[in-house]
């Protein structure tokens, strides 16, 4: 049996929980912000437990990896991956040429095949974390940029 299933979802607060105790600053809450095209989560087939979950979106108008987070006890699974590949999948379904992130992990992007970008040449798509304890200190996200094939 496979160990994984991955399904599109409109349950943003599932998806907004997993990515707030990600550290990832989102919100709380029951609707999705309108710059959210589709959301998908992995499950745990035996449970239904939330394995992973990642967004495609519309940012400062251009195509971007909104949110990824793997729960905390099954990092370094490969699961952050697989939800990558499914958003690349509906990039280029819809056409997409180049996806665009920004990163708090910015060297894992990196190790993924993400390109470094500069921030002033690049679409304003931070999201900032301004409650963030992390924010200047600890945490420098970038912008990256990913070319789809």
């Known amino acids: 049996m496979k160990e994984y299933i991955i399904r599109e979802t409109d349950d943003f607060f599932a998806l907004s929980t997993l990515f707030h105790e990600s550290g990832m600053g989102v919100a709380i ?19 239904g437990a939330l394995m992973a979950a990642s967004t495609l979106e519309i940012r400062d108008g ?5 949110d990824i987070a793997v729960r905390k006890d099954l990092h ?28 708090k992990e910015p060297a894992y992007y990196m190790h993924c095949g993400w390109e ?10 931070a999201v900032y974390c301004t409650t963030c ?12 940029k990913y070319t789809l094939d």
């Open 29 to 47: 809450e029951e609707r999705k912000p309108d710059r959210v095209l589709k959301m998908w989560r992995m499950d745990d087939p035996q449970t």
């Open 116 to 125: 470094k970008m500069d921030w002033d040449s690049s679409p304003n798509i």
């Open 76 to 103: 370094r699974t490969g699961y952050g991956r697989v939800m990558q590949a499914v958003v690349f999948e509906e990039a280029r379904k819809r056409g997409v040429k180049e996806l665009w992130a920004c990163a």
């Open 62 to 66: 251009v195509h971007t990896l909104g």
């Open 133 to 144: 304890g992390k924010r200047g200190t600890i945490c420098q996200p970038e912008i990256m």
